[in-house]
């Protein structure tokens, strides 16, 4: 991965804020670091700020206080530089169904310049692993949500992305593709890259991470190694007895 630099974090978000139109404070002065090789989980309830988060870090959504940086670089000052290095994924993409799969993921290759022949052979390993193979000739129209889902995070590893954004992954997949999407992530993190993600599967979470934070109402509420923060308790447990403590 070019122009990698390994002194700072692949994720870096200080003192971000977002506020929405009519003073609605979706999150407030979060700092967190993502190193190479972490899973990131990203906790809370609904609406806690953890969409917003990860919109803002995609580029997608615009801020007025904090910075952001990928490898080193502003998302706000450099936006393609950091856009070509991550993927981004949301809880209900939207692909575009006038196009078969194989189209779909061609483009997607098109757009971060993967080599043919890479690409060929990633499409045809994740599509086997994911069960796709058999419909990647036919109209996305024609895909079952599971089949749109599991043909988003083939195109979201494709170009093997630095850093990966993931939102809800695993709502809505089978078993099998769970543990698929599991062992890519770690596959991907073995070689460098970072992956932040939010969920409210804690279970999950917890044999997954090995770094998360739990987000309420916009504030960071704790952050550290998943070891160091459950001890002998499930993530559960911990998380509970957190937000509880917040309300005191």
Known sequence: MEDMKMDVPVLSIRNFSKTYRGGKRAVADLSLDICAGDIFGFIGH???GKTTTLKAVSGILDFEAGEIWIDGHSIQEEPMWCKERMAYLPDNPD???YLTGIQYLNFI???YRVPGKVRTERIGELSEQFGITRSLGD???TYSH?????????SAFLHKPRLLLLDEPFVGLDPEASVVLK?????LCREGSAIFFSTHVLEVAQKLCNKIAIIKEGRL???GGMEALTGTRSLEEVFMEVVRNEKE
């Open 183 to 187: 062992e890519n992530m770690h596959a």
């Open 146 to 154: 599971g089949m749109k889902q599991k043909l988003a995070l083939i």
């Open 46 to 48: 609904n609406g806690a």
């Open 95 to 97: 692909l575009y169904e």
């Open 221 to 223: 509420v704790t952050q």
């Open 139 to 141: 109209l996305i129209s």
């Open 109 to 111: 290759g098109d757009v």
